[in-house]
């Protein structure tokens, strides 16, 4: 079983930064593609940002320039840093990692989320 284990989250004033973390731990071979979600209330999740395996990057138009995501590979450890925020991204943010695993011989690939975490920004 692979958990992820999301962190920093918080209340930031508008034009702030906040620095997201998601561990992941457990029974990992390797992992291919992490990224980042966030829901509004209200509001279906919208996929924000997601890195590959290789470190390509995409992000979705309304926070590019401002969000990065990046990864540890070594720490098997997604980041999302969020700089000039705006009050229209408060959600909870979510991370996903697709894992791979080693099982009876063979690798499967499996996706798991973390728990979310709160961002709120303030006008």
């Known amino acids: 079983q692979v958990q992820l284990v999301e962190s920093g989250g918080g209340l930031v004033q508008a034009g702030g930064s906040l620095r997201l973390s998601c561990a992941a731990s457990?029974?990992?071979?390797?992992?291919?593609?992490m990224g980042w979600y966030r829901q509004a209330p209200g509001k279906q999740r919208e996929l924000v940002a997601v890195i590959t395996s290789g470190g390509s990057t995409n992000y979705v138009d309304s926070v590019k320039g401002r969000f990065t995501i990046s990864r540890d590979n070594a720490k098997n450890t997604g980041y999302l840093q969020m700089n000039s925020l705006k009050p229209e991204d408060t959600a909870v943010y979510y991370c996903n990692a697709d894992v791979v695993e080693e099982r009876y011989g063979s690798e499967f690939q499996f996706r798991y989320w973390g728990q979310g975490t709160q961002v709120t920004v303030s006008s």
């Open positions: 457990g029974r990992i071979f390797s992992i291919n593609a």
